[in-house]
């Protein structure tokens, strides 16, 4: 095949650029180019509290009224976070669509692309590796529709847990549990999500808290993958081959739930173990409700609760109003007296948000964004820790 040197010339131009060809691109037209734009936020900035009485400003338009979720896998969390998504949209008369990548984080890009290319007017991204995704974010957030991250930038609106926090929340109960139910000694597992830059504040809070702790010996600290359930059962099942006697794990709810699995299938489970993750996800919140067993606790991030308050900012960006462009999601430390009005709260996010009080319980806003400061978006690892 031969092809033109001029086409040729222009198409290493693009890649060194990092334009975006939608053509026939050997021998054919160069049908659209997608140009960069703003970098938006790069640099760490402490944002004020948001003010829900800023101006709006100018609605986008030629974008469709369309929420769109990909989603990284079917962990419960993240299903929980498209459940509020889907019923912020119902109410708020928007089209949802939601596509699961099963990890593929290519995969994830190009079904961004695609929803860009058709001119969705809201995409929350999540993915297994954020850096495949963040260009294909910001060519959407070019496009001026809204852009909503859970944890890695680049987003209008990017949520967080404040995550040493999260991670001392559940220390601490471990803490309190080997201090007085275990004499003060216990070998520990920690399953991290070190290889998520993001998220790693967690797990420093962790072996903070232990390092305090002469009678601990942390027996493993190690990233299961995937992180999943699957993954935690696996690395249980090799990390009982050499320390078959565990006394905590911690980690996400995913991973320790399938640490559990395998402590059970092994039949090393003990009612006096701790077992504790994070996200309060429903099975972890069905074990802790047990009351007998070896799961303990969860930090609950309501995901369907924050997942609702996302759906409705993005609406209110298509109607030109001014958002929030950070929200942290507060932990909440899971206890048999409030697991009752917790689980109410997964299942009518939307009472939660229209309730001052009971959303502030759950979520805290920072700094203001709308379609004509878009410029603005966050690109940079946001948290409120850091402030």
């Not at 402490?46 to 400003?57: L, S």
Request: proline share 6%; charged share 15%; net charge negative.
């Amino acid at each position: 095949m031969t092809t033109n040197g001029n086409v040729i010339a222009f198409l290493l131009l693009a890649a060194c650029r990092g334009i975006l060809l939608t053509a026939s691109l050997i021998g054919g037209p160069v049908l659209a180019v997608a140009q960069e734009g703003p970098p938006g936020i790069t640099h760490r900035t402490i944002f004020p509290a948001f003010d829900d009485k800023a101006p709006a400003c100018t609605a986008p338009a030629g974008l469709t009224k369309v929420l769109a979720y990909v989603q990284e896998n079917e962990r419960e969390f993240l299903q929980g976070v498209g459940n509020g998504l889907s019923l912020a949209a119902k109410n708020r008369g928007l089209e949802y669509r939601n596509v699961v990548v099963e990890n593929d984080a290519a995969n994830a890009a190009a079904q961004i692309d695609l929803f860009r290319a058709a001119k969705v007017g809201a995409v929350i991204g999540t993915s297994s590796n954020p850096a495949v995704i963040s260009h294909s974010l910001q060519q959407v957030i070019w496009s001026g529709a809204f852009v909503g991250t859970i944890v890695p930038p680049p987003a209008t609106l990017l949520l967080n847990a404040p995550q040493y926090a999260t991670g001392k929340v559940l220390t601490d109960a471990a803490i309190a549990h080997i201090v007085t139910k275990l004499g003060g000694k216990a070998n520990v597992v920690l399953l991290t999500q070190d290889s998520m830059q993001y998220l790693s504040p967690r797990f420093k809070a962790m072996r903070d808290g232990f390092d305090k702790l002469p009678g601990v010996t942390v027996v493993a600290d190690i990233t299961p993958d995937p992180v999943s359930k699957e993954g935690g059962f696996a690395a249980m099942n090799t990390i009982l081959l050499a320390n078959p006697d565990v006394d905590v794990v911690l980690g996400s709810d995913a991973v320790v739930l399938g640490a559990l699995k395998a402590l059970r299938a092994a039949h090393k489970d003990r009612p006096n173990q701790f077992l504790g993750g994070i996200d309060g996800e429903p099975e972890a919140v069905s074990e802790i409700k047990k009351g007998d067993g070896p799961y303990k606790a969860s930090v609950a991030l309501s995901s369907p609760v924050f997942g609702y308050a996302m759906g409705q900012f993005a609406a209110d960006w298509l109607e030109g109003k001014s958002i929030p462009q950070a929200m942290d999601i507060l932990p909440i430390a899971l206890t048999n007296d409030n697991i009752v009005q917790y689980e109410a709260d997964l299942a009518d996010p939307a009472s939660v948000y229209g309730n001052t009080m009971r959303r502030n319980a759950y979520l805290k806003m920072y700094g203001n964004i709308c379609y004509d400061t878009r410029d603005q978006y966050v690109n940079f690892p946001w948290s409120s820790e850091q402030n």
